[in-house]
């Protein structure tokens, strides 16, 4: 290239090179998408603008992997999260749930685990949308690549607990119990059996409840996208009207932040006024501000700052002070944490260890897959021991490897497989589109191909 020997485009996975000077690069609508350079030589004015965009596009995007490098801890903090989840939920093989030793070591578990997903996704949207350009096509484009990431592993794993365990699938062989699978199917938690919270509704897959505020907040945050650089200000005003003004106004209940609050709304409304959704709205907050500048400059204050709020965490869990959902429950600590960790890790180099990354990797079909391990192991236990059933450590020990097992399976078959395919035949017309807009743009004739 001339000017530059370094390749415009690296592999995934190099270290960045140089960018090429934005006067020298301009968009070539060529065979394969190639690029064109000018060697040394002023660009038309009317292709100016387009060079422009293109190189401030390229920048963007070596400063966003730098960025998402420092940000592994991120993995980390979801397989460890996930994993909290399995054990509370294996926690049924040495007592019932609460009781016992094992209900005062793990009961903080399941509650943290889930606080914690809610934190991390917050942050994550802010980071992984913040080149939105506001158009109908990003918003689009970024909902069915987070639907297509969600629902198929959803919907294979709650057949799969269906068809293994037929106590779970009698209640949905009637007429009303199947429209109401649909329902939970589709993240639309309208009726069902009550988790506790007036919010929650538990569908087929237990464990899907958390899934329908999830999809809540894609969904929110996709319409607040379409506000281009006010989408945040939309986010937070919807925020404001769902959480304070709707409940304020139309509900005889005080308002509070506690998850279990109930309001006396029905239907999707029950879903969007349940105070586990300021959850969310931190995580955005937190991705806002390790987005600016700002940073423990000082790598020893930075460790010593980590462990600190690694010990406030670890307090709030060994004494089940507040240990529930909620901003103001698990919120304390796991706040702190978050920022903590997202503004000391910009100077600190820590390398996560490659089983932890993994686990963050697994995390999300670890989370869908460990019910169906443990429901199917507690129904056929008898047979498998052929004396008697297992319980303790035993059970403990084995569906939480089943669980692994099915994790890592899943993970490579149906969320890099089939979750990818749904991805990219959802997304094929739009690429069309998009591939038929740059077929119609024109080379200036001054411009000189580089092979």
């Known amino acids: 290239m001339p000017g530059n020997s370094s390749p415009l485009w690296r592999k995934s996975g190099e270290r960045a090179d140089p960018l090429p000077n934005p006067v020298q690069l301009c968009p070539y609508s060529g065979p394969g998408g190639q690029y064109a350079f000018r060697d040394g030589k002023e660009i038309q004015p009317e292709l100016k603008e387009d060079v422009y965009r293109l190189y401030c596009m390229l920048a963007e995007t070596d400063m966003e992997q730098s960025k998402v490098d420092k940000i592994e801890f991120i993995q980390a903090l979801r397989g460890i999260a996930s994993l909290l989840v399995v054990f509370w939920h294996g926690s049924r093989f040495f007592a019932p749930y609460g009781e016992g030793w094992s209900g005062v070591l793990l009961r903080p578990a399941a509650p943290f685990g889930v606080d914690l997903f809610f934190l991390i996704s917050g942050f994550i949207m802010l980071v992984t949308t913040r080149r939105s350009d506001g158009s109908k096509g990003y918003v689009a484009t970024f909902f069915i690549k987070r639907f297509a990431r969600i629902w198929p592993v959803y919907v294979i794993a709650t057949a799969i607990l269906l068809l293994l365990i037929s106590y779970r699938r009698e209640p949905f062989l009637s007429w009303h119990g199947f429209r109401h699978l649909v329902e939970y ?49 939309a986010f937070f005003l919807w925020m404001a009207l769902t959480l304070l003004v709707i409940p304020g106004v139309f509900s005889a209940t005080p308002l509070s932040v506690d998850p279990s609050v109930n309001y006396q709304f029905h239907g999707y409304l029950r879903l969007a006024t349940n105070p586990i959704i300021l959850l969310f709205a931190a995580g955005v907050i937190i991705g806002i501000i390790y987005d600016t500048r700002l940073t423990i400059a000082n790598p020893f204050y930075g460790r010593l700052s980590i462990f600190a709020v690694v010990c406030m965490v670890i307090f709030q869990y060994c004494s089940g002070f507040r240990a529930d959902h909620g901003l103001f429950n698990w919120g304390l600590t796991l706040v702190p944490l978050m920022l903590v960790l997202a503004l000391a890790l910009k100077t600190i180099d820590w390398e996560v260890s490659r089983p932890l990354l993994y686990l963050g990797d697994i995390s999300f079909s670890l989370y869908l897959f460990h019910p169906i391990a443990q429901e199917w192991f507690d129904r056929y236990n008898v047979r498998l021991s052929g004396t008697g059933p297992l319980a303790g450590f035993a059970a403990f020990f084995i569906t939480s490897a089943i669980a692994i097992v099915l994790a890592c399976l899943s993970h490579r078959y149906l969320e890099l497989g089939v979750s990818n395919r749904m991805r990219d035949v959802l997304l094929r017309p739009m690429r069309k589109n998009r591939l038929r807009r740059n077929e119609s743009l024109t080379v200036a004739p001054s411009i000189k191909e580089v092979a």
């Open 185 to 233: 199917l589709f993240f639309l938690p309208l009726h069902g059996p009550n988790g506790g919270d007036p919010g929650v509704v538990i569908p087929a897959l237990s464990v899907g409840w958390t899934l329908n505020y999830e999809m809540y907040f894609y969904a929110v945050l996709a319409a607040s996208l379409l506000f281009g650089r006010a989408r945040w200000l």
